[in-house]
């Protein structure tokens, strides 16, 4: 399979930011503080760090052609990076170490958006 254009790339990149903007106005609209967005670490990306009451949340953006198959598109490597660049963050941000923490996922398709709590750890 031949690699993607530059342009299907950027199309992809684009529709990527899309998705990832709508799950943080869902979050805002739920009642989360958004602390970032696009965090990049060494190990890993973090999409969305959020803060709820007393818990901080990792999530996890994906956009599929259902909300199923986003869900399921997050491997077990995924997940490992994602620990490491919130390992990383959480190091930045000393004073919330001590928070309880959560990984979500935020699954997006074109005719929805879900957001799925506490989906792996």
Request: charge should be positive.
């Amino acid at each position: 399979m031949p690699a993607p254009s530059r342009f299907a790339r950027q199309k992809a990149e684009a529709r990527g930011r899309l998705a990832e903007l709508a799950a943080a106005w869902l979050l805002r609209l739920k009642g989360y503080r958004i602390l970032a967005e696009r965090f990049q670490a060494k190990g890993g990306e973090i999409d969305i760090v959020a803060r709820k009451g007393g818990v901080l949340v990792f999530v996890e953006v994906k956009l599929r052609r259902d909300l199923e198959t986003a869900r399921l598109a997050v491997t077990d490597g995924n997940q490992r990076r994602i620990r490491s660049a919130a390992d990383a963050w959480l190091a930045r941000h000393e004073r919330r170490a001590d928070v309880p923490l959560r990984y979500d996922i935020a699954a997006v398709s074109p005719r929805g958006l879900r957001h799925i709590k506490d989906a792996f750890r």
